[in-house]
C-alpha cells in the first residue's frame, strides 16, 4: 500500500479556496443557494476530444444539488459536475493532480484548462482527476490566472455568479481566500501575466503569495509581463509557454513528480508530450 499524493490544478477559480484548508469540503461554507446551470466555455478541438478519461463518474449520481439539469454528455464533453480520472501509464511518485478547470462559475474551460492539462501531466508519469466541484484538503496547490479575492480588485463577473450583485461585506470576506490562508494552507505554484484584464495579477495572485509567505507556507509565484487570460498552457506564447516547465522543476523539487522531468539551464521550447 502506499499514499497518494494529491494536489489542486485551478484557473481563474477561488470559491474552493473561501473555507479553511482544514476543512475545505462540499458543506464546510455556505454558498448561495442559486448556481446557474453551467456549459463549456471552449468547444473541444479534435486533438482534446482524442484525449479519453480512463474513467467518468458524477459527483452525484442521483443529481446535482443547485444545478436545473444534466447536459447528458459525458467525459471532457460535459458541463454537468463530474470526474474525469486519466491515469497515467507509470506513476512512480504516486502523485494525482486534479484539475479545476475554469469559466467564471458560469461555463467550464475543459479543453485548454481540462483535457489539455490531463495529457501534459500524464506525459510525465502523474495521474489526473478533472473535476468540476471542490474538494478536501490536498498535498499541494497549482494556481493559473486565479480569482482569489472578493473586494475591489476581483473579477466582477465571478463575484456576481458566486455571491450575487450586491453580497454584504462580511460574504465578501469570507469568500476572499487571501483572507483564509494558514499554516495549513498547503504549498502553492503560482502563474498569471502582467497585463491580464480579466484578472488583476497585483490584487489576485500577488495577494494570495503575500499571505503564503508571512504563514509560511512554501510558494512559487511567475508573472510573465505579456499574456491574455485563459491561456492554458499557452501553446501560442514562447514566453508564457515555459510555465509547465516551471511547474514541472517546483513540483520533482518538491517529489511529486519524477526528476527525469525536471530541467537545468536554458528552458526549452515546450511542446505536448
Not at 33 to 51: F, G, I, T, Y
Not at 125 to 148: E, K, M, Q
Request: charged share 15%; hydrophobic share 40%.
Amino acid at each position: 500500500m502506499y499514499k497518494l499524493k494529491l494536489t489542486l490544478v485551478m484557473a481563474g477559480m477561488a470559491g474552493v479556496l473561501a473555507a479553511p484548508a482544514q476543512a475545505q469540503t462540499a458543506s464546510s461554507t455556505a454558498a448561495p443557494a442559486s448556481v446557474p446551470a453551467r456549459h463549456l466555455c471552449d468547444p473541444l478541438s479534435s486533438a482534446q476530444m482524442r484525449v479519453k478519461p480512463t474513467r467518468s463518474a458524477p459527483l452525484w449520481p442521483a443529481g446535482t444539488p443547485g444545478i436545473p439539469g444534466e447536459d447528458g454528455l459525458s467525459g471532457a464533453q460535459s458541463a454537468t459536475p463530474h470526474i474525469d480520472l486519466y491515469v497515467a501509464a507509470d506513476n512512480p511518485t504516486h502523485t494525482v493532480v486534479v484539475v479545476f478547470p475554469g469559466g467564471g462559475y458560469t461555463c467550464l474551460s475543459q479543453g485548454i484548462e481540462g483535457a489539455d492539462m490531463a495529457e501534459w501531466w500524464n506525459g510525465r508519469g502523474v495521474s489526473v482527476a478533472v473535476v468540476t466541484g471542490v474538494s478536501s484538503r490536498p498535498d499541494f496547490l497549482v494556481l493559473g490566472y486565479p480569482v482569489i479575492t472578493m473586494k475591489d480588485g476581483t473579477h466582477a463577473h465571478s463575484r456576481n455568479n458566486l455571491l450575487g450583485a450586491a453580497p454584504p461585506a462580511a460574504l465578501i470576506d469570507q469568500y476572499s481566500a487571501e483572507n483564509r490562508v494558514n499554516g495549513n494552507t498547503p504549498p502553492t505554484f503560482i502563474f498569471s501575466t502582467g497585463d491580464d484584464a480579466t484578472v488583476p495579477i497585483v490584487e489576485n495572485g500577488v495577494e494570495f503569495y503575500k499571505a503564503l509567505v508571512r504563514a509560511g507556507v512554501p510558494a512559487e509565484l511567475h508573472i510573465y509581463e505579456h499574456g491574455h487570460h485563459g491561456l492554458g498552457l499557452a501553446q501560442e506564447s514562447p514566453e508564457v509557454s515555459t510555465w509547465p516547465q516551471m511547474l514541472a522543476n517546483w513540483t520533482a523539487m518538491h517529489g511529486w513528480m519524477g526528476p527525469t522531468y525536471a530541467t537545468r539551464g536554458p528552458i526549452p521550447a515546450t511542446s505536448k508530450p
